[in-house]
């Protein structure tokens, strides 16, 4: 465990609530001397980091191997929100450094997010609206479908997964949920069909992504699983880019499988020049799912505890 006597530098990589870093500014135990340089390009970051103790970062910057090991003093690196796919976590236990994560503070907004979308996909809202802006009364366009006693399917029924399911279930939707580890109690519990991924292909009218990019839910959903599903079917992922092939999404819209898709990530992000946003089928956002005041704070709040737990106790929250 590392003394309050010596400075530790914390670095913080990409924007972060200031409310949410409160508890670091005003840490008065420990010598924290917190650097915020944001947006840096991955060799600037390199030339930055060789005296940092602690590194902070939301999901814009990438922290490689090559990161890694200019780190020199790096013991611990803070991922402000769930997913630690930006970070290279074998470079990371190779050199000793933990990482902690903020599992539960966005998992709301990030709901909310996916609800906000799939009504948006539903309704032609982004569209109409922007035609409107332009100055057309178009509402022969945008006739939509309601929720209402439409299926959808949850693939990865986590913390996100199962606010869905609740917010869907108030729309009066029929659930089917996927997740190895979802028991048939707790399928009865939240009122939901558990279900394989390829009954949910065949049935659902909406399908929702949640799970983790991990190497086997990288492209989890592709050109086989959209040849199982219902003509119409519309596709929702707030959760990460590639768990959806976008290629084969691609495709599946064109040919008329795929009736919409309303997409918060991307494989590559920022996605400016996507050829999905060419489709007047697809809506998206910026990664927005984790982007709202409450959220951020929220996982700034934890990662900022867990770094002052550290160094205090020796131990964190959230490995
Ligand atoms: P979580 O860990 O609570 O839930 C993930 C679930 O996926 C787990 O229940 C796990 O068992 C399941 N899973 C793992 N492998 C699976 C597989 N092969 N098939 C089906 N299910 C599988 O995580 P969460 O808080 O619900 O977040 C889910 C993901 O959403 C995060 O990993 C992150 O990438 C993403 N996310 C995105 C935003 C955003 O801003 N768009 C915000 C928050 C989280
Ligand atoms: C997450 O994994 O928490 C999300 O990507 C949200 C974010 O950090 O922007």
Known sequence: MTTA???????????LSEDGIFPLRQEQDLDLNIIVDTGLAPEELIAKIADVDVLLVRSQTTVTREVIEAAKNLKLIGRAGVG?????LTAATEHGIIVVNAPDGNTNSAAEHTIAMMTSLARHIPQ???TLKNGKWD???????????????????GRIGVEVAYRAKGQRMNVMAYDPFLTDER???????????EEICATADFITVHTPLLPETRNLINKEKFAMMKDGVRIINCARGGIINEDDLYDAIVEGKVAGAALDV??????????????????????????????????????????????????????
């Open 84 to 88: 630690v796919d930006n970070i290279d």
């Open 266 to 319: 991307f494989v590559s992000e920022p996605a400016t020049d996507h050829k999905l946003l060419t489709l007047p089928q697809v809506i998206a956002t910026p990664h927005l799912g984790a982007s709202t005041i409450e959220a951020q704070e929220s996982v700034a709040v934890d990662v900022s505890n867990d770094i002052i737990k550290f160094y205090k106790t020796g131990t964190v929250t959230n490995p």
């Open 187 to 197: 399928a009865k519990e939240l009122g939901v069909t558990k279900s394989t991924v």
């Open 139 to 157: 509402r022969k366009s945008y006739v939509g479908v309601e929720l209402k006693n439409k299926t959808l399917g949850v693939l990865g029924f």
């Open 5 to 15: 006597t010596k400075t530790i530098n914390v670095f913080i990589a990409d924007p």
């Open 128 to 130: 109409a609206f922007n």
